[in-house]
């Protein structure tokens, strides 16, 4: 069993002052991508891996293997032989998700989709996938693959219990190209207890849950 979880590429996304473009062009390695011909300006918006695919390739059983790929740095090998490709995107991010799911779909291969924007418009997402995963997935993940192993997927999984993060595996930073980004992801906590009115946060994963101590710092040693 082959799995590949995809960052899509933002390089699309209005440029404004305050994106990371002007700090990945300074202080970020050359990806594939922007050493391309005509791409000089593409593929650097993202300063970091996002934590939940290298977290949910730590959550994969060790006989599924398993790859990352960030379109913001490296080409999608549309023709590679997958049998999932797993799918986390905020909402600028949406429109080119959709694009790889549906190409990929299209080509037989099961796609499913997770992520802040997935959690908010499911039915929406749902169109564009052959599961769909609504909430933190650290529950959720495991059941769908052994529930594909059994070739009886459901169509969507939801987080009915908040995960313990005393209980978090560490991410598959051995699976990202680090130097490509400014910085690792280190997290301590997830949810918050403001309830502001621009924000989802609260409304998507509930009031702040703490890791211990402990765990935050193993994840900086990883």
């Not at 970020?28 to 593929?43: D, E, I, M």
């Not at 290298?54 to 398993?66: F, N």
């Not at 169109?127 to 997927?153: C, Q, S, V």
């Given at each position: 069993?082959?799995?590949?979880?995809i960052?899509?590429d933002i390089?699309?996304k209005n440029e404004t002052?305050v994106?990371?473009?002007y700090?990945?062009r300074?202080?970020?390695?050359k990806?594939?991508r922007s050493l391309s011909?005509g791409?000089s300006?593409?593929g650097r918006k993202l300063p970091m891996?996002?934590?939940?695919?290298p977290?949910?390739?730590?959550?994969t059983?060790?006989?599924?293997e398993v790859?990352i790929?960030?379109?913001?740095?490296?080409?999608?090998?549309f023709?590679?032989?997958?049998?999932v490709?797993?799918?986390?995107?905020m909402?600028?991010?949406?429109e080119r998700a959709f694009?790889i799911?549906d190409e990929?779909?299209?080509r037989g291969?099961?796609?499913?989709?997770g992520?802040?924007?997935?959690?908010a418009l499911?039915?929406d997402?749902a169109l564009?996938?052959?599961?769909?995963?609504?909430?933190?997935?650290?529950?959720?993940?495991?059941a769908?693959l052994?529930?594909?192993?059994?070739?009886?997927?459901?169509d969507?999984y939801?987080?009915?219990?908040?995960?313990?993060?005393?209980?978090?595996?560490?991410p598959r930073?051995?699976?990202?190209?680090?130097?490509?980004?400014?910085t690792?992801?280190?997290q301590?906590?997830r949810?918050?207890n403001?309830s502001c009115d621009?924000?989802?946060?609260?409304?998507?994963?509930?009031r702040?849950?703490?890791?211990p101590i402990?765990?935050?710092?193993?994840?900086?040693e990883?």
């Amino acid at each position: 069993m082959k799995i590949r979880f995809i960052v899509p590429d933002i390089s699309d996304k209005n440029e404004t002052q305050v994106d990371y473009v002007y700090l990945t062009r300074l202080f970020c390695a050359k990806t594939p991508r922007s050493l391309s011909a005509g791409r000089s300006a593409k593929g650097r918006k993202l300063p970091m891996m996002p934590l939940a695919l290298p977290t949910l390739a730590a959550l994969t059983p060790p006989d599924i293997e398993v790859a990352i790929t960030d379109e913001n740095v490296e080409d999608i090998d549309f023709e590679e032989k997958l049998d999932v490709v797993g799918i986390s995107f905020m909402s600028f991010a949406c429109e080119r998700a959709f694009q790889i799911a549906d190409e990929f779909r299209r080509r037989g291969v099961c796609v499913v989709l997770g992520g802040v924007h997935v959690t908010a418009l499911p039915e929406d997402c749902a169109l564009h996938a052959d599961a769909i995963f609504i909430g933190e997935a650290e529950e959720t993940w495991p059941a769908f693959l052994e529930d594909f192993r059994k070739g009886k997927p459901k169509d969507r999984y939801v987080c009915e219990v908040k995960p313990d993060l005393a209980k978090q595996v560490i991410p598959r930073w051995d699976l990202v190209e680090n130097k490509y980004y400014l910085t690792p992801l280190v997290q301590v906590a997830r949810g918050c207890n403001n309830s502001c009115d621009f924000c989802s946060v609260r409304a998507l994963f509930g009031r702040t849950r703490y890791k211990p101590i402990g765990n935050v710092i193993a994840e900086i040693e990883a």
